[in-house]
């Protein structure tokens, strides 16, 4: 839409509010609600001003003024407010000079498009996430100085198969490791995924598919692939979408990765490719996997940088736990046309060339989907650039059970960062390649780190429960 059009669309919906929202540096979606008849055409170009110093990772106090600039094509009438309030998803501009904030990630997203036409190597990238969830009956958790504790329940976990307490225990409880894709009883699920998926359909984000995941309690819903900016947009109102229709049910989300021990956790596998108009330009039946050399420089680059990148794509302490060996985690920095384990896998779903992608399966959905896709961009680049050529650097392709290796042969094999201060450690030596084109900024990027190390020193100085059980009575 225009900015007129949105005005008259807000009119013929009877919208009451308009709600500004934006991304903190983190990643969690931010929003405040003003009277729809403040929303004029001029709001699409003068903006609206708020106090950037309360909103993690940007201002100073001294310097709290900024501007947040509505993105006509992103209009959406809210699905869940009582009251109707229209949605409007927004850049952050400098006030005075209306330049784009350098740590706004959305901006940084829209950067990365720019830098990849001006490169001339394709007119535009696809990206597919798949982000996958948790979804409890109740949660309960406490830290304190004295206190640690957090309890998840769910009724089809296998953990309630003895309950006698409460309501009636009709059993069908799901073991670990076996969610992947029981039908109901079983599957508790399938008509609060089916509402989701309709929301998400309404407010105009297409499906392909919805479905239990390996893990209890744990869920996946796809989303048809579109443009980076596009796809960072939509992943932020899916976790929107997928929370609330949740508590409509009574239910709780969390995107946390590993909120379950000794089951699967939750990942975000990204796919992507590139197109130079309607041509794809990672396919070549030639190739391996029918993939296209520059597909294999796209992928030599993201393997390159795969630490560094973790530091946005998997970027929480919790994270980690679930990048361990077992659990199908990809842990492994090789490219496989079939093996989950893979840090990057090539899908041979189908021959056609439109579908031959690349997926980096480490990330998870606590990421900052703006910065994850604009790194993962980045790094395919810079491989593309400087032809690096992941046969040639230790990088695969490995096709057989990785865990049925030699041990010397596992050893040879590189392995993504085992914490988080690993992943920021790598960033801070490997990032000159995210600064072509001033798409990431310095500042940005150390800004970034200073947030996600105070995150990690206050996991690393906390005990915890298994601490009691193991070193209690030493």
């Known amino acids: 839409m225009t900015p007129k059009e949105v005005v008259s669309f807000a009119a013929e919906k009877g919208a009451k509010f308009v709600d500004y929202r934006f991304v903190d540096l983190p990643g969690t979606w931010q929003h405040f609600s003003c009277p729809i008849e403040t929303l004029e055409e001029s709001t699409f170009i003068e903006g609206v001003g708020f ?163 390996v893990a209890v309690a744990q869920n996946e819903i796809d989303m048809r692939f579109g443009s980076l900016v596009k796809m960072a947009d939509n992943v932020l109102m899916y976790k929107y979408i997928v929370k609330n229709v949740a508590k409509r049910a009574g239910k709780t989300v969390t995107f946390m990765p590993k909120p379950v021990f000794g089951d699967n956790g939750s990942g975000m596998h990204v796919h992507q490719s590139l197109w130079k108009g309607e041509k794809p330009l990672f396919a070549d039946k030639a190739g391996y996997a029918g993939m296209s050399e520059m597909a294999l420089f796209y992928i030599g680059g993201i393997l390159k940088h795969a630490p560094a990148i973790l530091a946005f794509a998997a970027p929480t302490t919790n994270s980690y736990k679930r990048l361990v060996p077992g659990y199908e985690a990809p842990v492994n920095l090789v490219f496989s046309k079939r093996n989950r384990s893979a840090a990057v896998r090539i899908p041979m779903y189908s021959e056609n060339p439109k579908a031959k992608r690349v997926e980096f399966r480490p990330p998870d959905p606590t990421c900052n989907p703006y910065l994850t896709f604009s790194a993962l961009l980045m790094a395919g680049l810079d491989g593309i650039r400087n032809k690096i050529d992941p046969t040639k650097f230790g990088f695969g392709p490995l096709d057989r059970n990785i865990y049925e290796l030699p041990e010397a042969e596992k050893r040879e094999i590189r392995s993504v960062p085992g914490s988080l201060d690993e992943a920021l450690d790598a960033l801070e030596r490997d990032y000159d390649f995210l600064l072509e084109g001033g798409v990431f900024s310095k500042d940005l990027i150390e800004k970034y780190v200073e947030l996600k190390r105070e995150v990690a020193a206050e996991v690393r100085l906390r005990p915890t429960p298994i601490e009691f059980t193991l070193f209690y009575d030493a």
């Open 51 to 213: 106090d950037g110093s309360s909103i993690r990772g940007f201002q100073e106090i001294n310097e709290s003024d900024m501007l947040l600039i509505p993105d006509a094509s992103t209009a959406v009438m809210d699905p869940f407010t009582a009251v109707p309030t229209l949605i409007l998803v927004c850049n952050v501009a400098e006030p005075g000079s209306f330049a784009p904030y350098s740590r706004d990630p959305r901006q940084i997203a829209l950067k990365a498009e720019a830098y990849l036409q001006s490169t001339g190597i394709a007119d535009t990238s696809y990206w597919g996430p798949e982000a996958e969830f948790f979804m409890f009956d109740n949660v309960h958790y406490t830290s304190t100085g004295h206190e640690q504790i957090a309890v998840v329940n769910s009724e089809e976990a296998h953990w309630n198969s003895g309950r006698t307490a409460g309501e009636a225990n009709l059993g069908h409880h799901i073991r670990p490791k076996e969610g992947y894709f029981p039908v109901s009883p079983s599957d508790t699920f399938q008509d609060i995924r089916s509402e989701m998926v309709l929301t998400l359909q309404a407010v105009g984000i297409a499906v392909e598919a919805q479905h239990h995941e």
